[in-house]
């Protein structure tokens, strides 16, 4: 599908990193990818072979690697960056003395930075000021990916020249690129999932059903919506790849870490002893911090990601926090149609008005009892 070879750099050498540079070879792609390991550098030059994230896995044999940014990036039109949220602008800071303000510049990372709250588009942003910068997100397990399964992503960016080259690059048989304008919503989309997908994960493990795991889902979706509107973000952007599309893999499969680490807890294991055990990153452990603290700020209600965080951090059990949401006030299913307000509205007057009535019935009553009790006198 490419029309041209497009030069490509890959910053990253994990799982999705790898998988990426080799879509983009097996498109006709010239692709060097960057990681700081030598040992896994030699094995993917000389073995086609990333052995340490996805074993399995024969790359396109054209993908160079190199622990070298200065040359990894000399001659990149696209630059994809596949570098964990917590360590995404120290290599972006890295990277800035070869980088240009033509090169398209595309954050493959679905999480939040700790201090500041950004998203990693808006990091790069930040860091280098160029226009032609996006993201990429969607239903992608690595894995699957390497399994050449068919898959589906999303490229978000305000930038018309981002969006087509990034799907000419990496658009083939077996990938296909969708384009976006809600940057922030795609982005956001990525990172929140990961949070539900910690919760679905323990669900499983705690023995939880499938009516349970589509509640969950369908009302992360409805929590989702309603942060990244209250951040700008387009509510419609949810229906995409990067809002259910995501979830729902997420969700559902034990090859996602977020999944795996709540599997783990589910079963009994400390956060600690599930994070060590994966050994990779699961963002969603951080982005569920932040997001709670940021709901609050912005006064969101988001009542899974809260619940959520008091059993990853404060020890209340899973199944406890469970009853404690199903207990929770009723509210409406899609609030896009009935707002929540309403039916809590709705709730109110219901509750004024059976008090009421019962005010009346219990004055009208007395005042029976009057009448009995005058009547009564007059017999007497
Ligand atoms: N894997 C997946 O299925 C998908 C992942 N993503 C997103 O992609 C992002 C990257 O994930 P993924 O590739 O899976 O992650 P992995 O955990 O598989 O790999 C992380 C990569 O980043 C490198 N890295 C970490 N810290 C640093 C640092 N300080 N300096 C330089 N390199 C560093 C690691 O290098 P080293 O080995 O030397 O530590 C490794 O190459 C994540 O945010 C994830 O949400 C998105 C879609 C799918
Ligand atoms: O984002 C992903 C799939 O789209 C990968 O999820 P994990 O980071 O949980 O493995």
């Given at each position: 599908m490419a029309e041209q070879q497009i030069n490509v750099a890959v910053l990253g050498g994990g799982s999705f990193g790898t998988a990426l540079a080799s879509i983009a070879a097996d498109n006709g792609a010239r692709v060097h990818q960057w990681m700081r390991d030598e040992t896994l550098v030699a094995q993917i030059n000389h073995e086609h072979r990333n052995g340490r994230y996805l074993p399995h896995y024969?790359?396109?044999?054209?993908?160079?690697?190199?622990?070298?940014?200065?040359?990894?990036?000399?001659?990149?039109?696209?630059?994809?960056?596949?570098?964990?949220?917590k360590a995404f602008r120290s290599v972006v800071q890295a990277a800035k003395a070869w980088l240009r303000p033509e090169q398209i510049l595309v954050s493959t990372t679905k999480g939040i930075e700790q201090d500041s709250f950004l998203l990693m588009s808006q990091v790069l942003e930040q860091e280098?000021?160029?226009?032609?910068?996006?993201?990429?997100?969607?239903?992608?397990?690595?894995?699957?990916?390497?399994?050449?399964?068919?898959?589906?992503?999303?490229?978000?960016?305000?930038?018309?020249?981002?969006?087509?080259?990034?799907?000419?690059?990496?658009?083939?048989?077996?990938?296909?690129?969708y384009a976006s304008d809600d940057r922030h919503g795609v982005e956001l989309g990525g990172a929140l999932k990961n949070i539900y997908a910690i919760a679905a994960g323990m669900a499983a493990a705690l023995g939880m059903g499938e009516n349970t795991r589509s509640m969950l889902m369908t009302r992360a979706l409805a929590e989702m919506s309603r942060f990244a509107v209250a951040e700008g973000a387009n509510p419609m952007t949810f229906l995409g790849l990067a809002g259910v599309g995501d979830l729902i893999v997420t969700c559902s499969s034990n090859l996602s870490r977020n999944y795996r680490v709540g599997y783990a807890m589910g079963e009994g294991r400390t956060l600690e002893e599930a994070v060590d055990a994966l050994g990779q990153v699961a963002e969603g452990v951080n982005t569920v911090k932040l997001v709670c603290a940021k709901a609050s700020e912005m006064g969101v209600y988001m009542p899974l990601a809260e619940g959520l965080y008091h059993v990853l951090f404060d020890g209340v059990p899973a199944q406890d926090m469970a009853r404690t949401l199903m207990m929770g006030e009723q509210s409406s299913d899609v609030e896009f149609i009935l707002p929540r307000e309403t039916v809590q509205r709705e709730h109110r007057d219901q509750a004024l008005h059976n008090h009421a009535s019962k005010d009346h019935a219990s004055k009208d009553h007395a005042s029976k009892d009057q009448v009995f009790k005058n009547s009564g006198d007059k017999n007497a």
């Open positions: 024969v790359m396109n044999s054209a993908v160079q690697a190199s622990t070298d940014l200065q040359a990894v990036l000399a001659d990149a039109e696209l630059v994809l960056i596949a570098i964990p949220s280098t000021g160029f226009t032609h910068i996006g993201v990429i997100a969607g239903p992608n397990l690595a894995s699957e990916i390497a399994d050449k399964q068919l898959t589906a992503t999303v490229i978000a960016s305000a930038d018309p020249l981002t969006r087509t080259r990034v799907q000419q690059a990496l658009g083939c048989r077996y990938f296909r690129v």
